[in-house]
């Protein structure tokens, strides 16, 4: 059966798509935390209380967390081609890492949510405001 692409080729492309994909994690994570650093400037400067400072937190972890799957996809893309043992081993760490980071990022950007909602008087007319 004649090659439809010659893997070298394939290797070619799947390279080029592994570093578009990784250059969106960057670009994602590197927009999240310029505009963070500015909303964070903006409630230094307003003063606000501490309440401020954890939406900028949870408006870069957001940011992380996306990044990073774009990362993962990456690393997953990279070894799409006649992967090695040695590659699959590497590709298994760094999943297991970026995933557990993804994880506790995750359940910290839940949390703090939480925290902000709480503190956040209800709205007249939902459940606990004074329309009901």
């Given at each position: 059966m004649p090659e439809l692409l010659p893997e070298e080729t394939l290797r070619e492309v799947v390279s080029l798509f592994v570093r578009l994909v990784e250059a969106a994690g960057a670009l994602v994570i590197f927009a999240g935390a310029a505009v963070a650093f500015v909303r964070f400037l903006l409630v230094a400067v307003r003063r606000r209380e501490e309440q401020g400072f954890v939406g900028v937190r949870l408006f870069l972890g957001r940011f992380l967390v996306l990044?990073?799957?774009?990362?993962?996809?990456?690393?997953?893309?990279?070894?799409?081609?006649?992967?090695?043992?040695?590659q699959i081993g590497q590709l298994a760490a760094i999943a297991a890492i970026r995933t557990a980071l993804n994880f506790f990022l995750g359940k910290e950007i839940e949390r703090e949510g939480r925290v902000v909602d709480a503190a956040r008087p209800p709205a007249p007319g939902t459940a606990g405001g004074p329309g009901r």
């Open positions: 990044g990073l799957e774009f990362q993962l996809a990456g690393d997953v893309l990279r070894t799409a081609v006649a992967p090695s043992f040695g």
